[in-house]
């Protein structure tokens, strides 16, 4: 039997138990990973709103270990309620595995925000990434940041290369 994968049961349950899915109609439930996603992101919605929202989840995709929405919030520059508002508002793709931090729930949401943007644009997020955590460094707050810094900033850096 084929392995089925948890985000995939897990928003199949919710829709089920939300009623946004109907268990008496089988081509309500969604055929793979790629539709699941997608259906997040209407036609309707700008093309300048859907990069921003990619944009903003592709860091959470970069990311390599849970962090708070503070510290997600500086990378990007936007006000700590933006970004727990998108937490709010995509909660069923996080996980929050120490009180206060987040990280995505699965490697392949990762790769489909990952693979949304192009290269360049994940670089330049990326880059970003780093040069917020090369100034914690310097900064030596003794911080999420500097930590976060000190464990993966070798790891963002060998991606940028």
Do not use: C
Request: glycine share 4%.
């Amino acid at each position: 039997m084929q392995q089925l994968e948890p985000t995939y049961l897990r928003y199949v349950y919710d829709g089920l138990t939300k009623g946004s899915i109907n268990s008496n109609n089988p081509t309500s439930l969604p055929i793979g990973f790629i539709g699941l996603f997608e259906q997040e992101f209407p036609s309707s919605m700008s093309l300048v709103e859907r990069k921003a929202l990619l944009t903003r989840l592709t860091l959470w995709a970069l990311l390599k270990g849970p962090v708070s929405a503070e510290m997600v919030a500086e990378v990007l520059n936007e006000h700590p309620d933006d970004t727990k508002a998108l937490i709010d508002s995509y909660s069923k793709w996080f996980n929050s595995p120490e009180p206060g931090k987040y990280t995505l729930y699965h490697d392949r949401l990762r790769t489909y925000f990952l693979q949304k943007l192009s290269d360049h644009e994940v670089q330049e997020i990326n880059e970003r990434l780093i040069s917020y955590l090369e100034k914690a460094l310097t900064d030596q707050k003794e911080d999420e940041s500097e930590l976060y810094a000190l464990e993966h900033l070798s790891t963002h850096m060998l991606v940028e290369s």
